[in-house]
């Protein structure tokens, strides 16, 4: 998997410890994440993932799931589009559902 | 009440199976027991090394042996999951102000220092994710495929609720309160995180908005400065960074209420994997578990006397009995109840047991309310892999 080893990092932002009645509960946190995962593998249509799946999540959210039919990735995507608003033109829903079972299909 | 002297030993032993025993591990990863449940280990922000489920939105999942170092899940180690790819990074918390506004006589703009002014209140209580176990569900579902470590307990520190909401003035008329945080979706087109439940369980003296979270701020993976505590309810209602409070007139539909975190409106939530068309409702509280803590499935034990612990837990009306069995559940006895630290914290619970040379048992454990629910033998479904409770096992071999 294609994560760094990122060391965690809680910054207590410059000019808190200023503040004479600072305790722990009001100094400002900072933090930084580890970097996201949004490889998608090969295979066809891959180039429509990386376009619009990675815009709100990372690739894991697929690659997580149980093997999943034709007919529930298909859901899947239209859930996308029609709860969560995914940009994704009609005519790219089935050629995203092929790429999601070739990555992780149960046929 | 567990002894200081058991949780040492407990300790110890979970080193000596740590290497041998439970998910199969490999370095920076760990394989949990459903298909593609490989994940990778990693350590975020004020985190120490947890499970990743994924990592936008981030969702960590709690080592389940975590839960054998104590009652209290540590900060460090307590899962995460958030909705929406938009959640801040930088929190100050002296320009940090929460809105209550909506049906009430005053609107309120409340810092955190107006909130510990508030008479502070403290509760220990389980937060759990309504699809803990998901990656169990037979025939699997979608979603977030979690083994058994999203969920956690804490001592939770905060100001009332109701308090809060007495301070603004409830008009006549409301109905629900709705409660929103700094998470935001990417795109505009994405539903809002809303979340909303009715007037009564909002003024009840038990929910919270938690500043504290065992003697210490809350790490800002789990909602930092402030969260909503509503204890013996899913954690999907205790909102994260909560700076959003409206009481409302009606019943909320908005997408999270009205499609997302639905279950069937059927005994226990329950439908065939084949029925279509049910009803739904909005999950609400917790169902009662309990768990083996001290020994892994799948573990190697020596043949000698020893103590069985474990958790459990319900929706409030606290844990009656837990009965444990070495034989996969043919027969049953009950286990010594530990420290009770409220009705909605995990009672510990421990046992003697006393394996056999050579022998393979089918450890379980099974909880009992003060309410009368306990869990079944086998497990419900629902097409979103909701509300699991069915008794665990353990498998162990004696050396």
């Known amino acids: 998997m294609k994560y760094l080893p990122v060391v965690a990092v809680v910054t207590l932002l410059a ?37 619009r799946c990675i815009v709100c999540h990372s690739s894991d959210y697929v690659y997580m799931q149980p093997p999943l039919t034709q007919k529930q990735w298909t859901n899947e995507v239209n859930k996308m589009v029609k709860a969560y608003g995914a940009t994704i033109p009609p005519e790219e829903v089935e050629p995203i559902v092929q790429y999601l079972m070739s990555q992780n299909g149960k046929t | 009440m567990q002894s200081r002297r058991s949780f040492i030993i407990t300790a110890s032993a979970l080193g000596a199976w740590a290497a041998s025993a439970g998910a199969a591990r490999a370095a920076n990863s760990v394989t949990l027991p459903f298909a593609n449940g490989t994940r990778v280990l990693a350590r975020y922000p004020q985190k120490r090394e947890l499970i990743v489920m994924t990592s936008s939105p981030v969702q960590l999942e709690t080592p389940f042996s975590v839960f054998n170092e104590g009652v209290f899940t540590p900060n460090d180690a307590f899962f995460v999951r958030w909705h929406l790819a938009g959640v801040p990074t930088t929190i100050d918390p002296a320009a940090f102000r929460i809105s209550v506004h909506g049906l009430v006589d005053r609107e309120l703009s409340l810092s955190l220092h107006d909130l510990r002014a508030f008479e502070p209140v403290e509760i220990a209580a389980v937060c759990e994710c309504a699809g803990n176990s998901r990656g169990y ?4 579902v979608p979603g977030g495929q979690w083994s058994n470590g999203a969920m956690g307990n804490a001592l939770w520190r905060g100001a009332r609720l109701r308090d809060v909401l007495e301070r603004a003035g409830v008009k006549a008329g409301a109905v629900q309160v709705r409660f929103s945080g700094l998470e935001k979706p990417v795109l505009p087109t994405t539903p809002a995180f809303v979340k909303a439940f009715g007037i009564r369980l909002a003024l009840s003296e038990d929910v919270i908005i938690a500043y504290e979270m065992n003697g210490a701020p809350l790490p800002l993976l789990n909602g930092f400065p402030v969260r909503l505590v509503v204890p013996g309810f899913y954690s999907t209602y205790w909102v994260k960074m909560l700076n959003n409070i409206e009481v409302i007139d009606h019943v ?31 999950v609400g509280t917790l169902t009662i578990r309990s768990f083996i803590t001290s020994v892994p499935d799948g573990a190697t034990i020596p043949a000698r006397a020893t103590t069985i612990s474990g958790i459990a837990f319900n929706a409030g009306s606290g844990i009656k009995l837990v009965e444990f069995s070495s034989d996969g559940g043919t027969t049953w006895s009950a286990a010594t109840l530990g420290r009770d630290y409220g009705r909605y914290s995990f009672r510990p619970w421990s046992v003697r047991f006393e394996p056999k040379a050579g022998q393979s048992y089918v450890l379980a454990c099974r909880a009992t309310g003060n309410d009368g629910e306990t869990q079944p033998a086998t497990p419900g479904w629902n097409p979103s892999g909701y509300l699991r409770n069915v008794i665990e096992t353990t498998k162990v071999s004696v050396a």
């Open chain 2, 137 to 140: 569900s037979t025939p699997r």
């Open chain 2, 252 to 282: 909320d539909d908005n997408f999270w209420m009205k499609t997302a975190y639905r279950i069937p409106a059927t005994p226990g939530g329950n439908v065939d994997p084949a029925a279509t068309g049910f009803a739904t409702v909005p």
């Open chain 1, 15 to 51: 000019g808190a410890s200023a503040l004479a009645q600072t305790t722990p509960h009001n100094k400002p946190v900072s933090v930084d994440l580890p970097a996201a995962n949004y490889e998608f593998k090969d295979g066809p249509n891959v180039n429509l993932a990386r376009s």
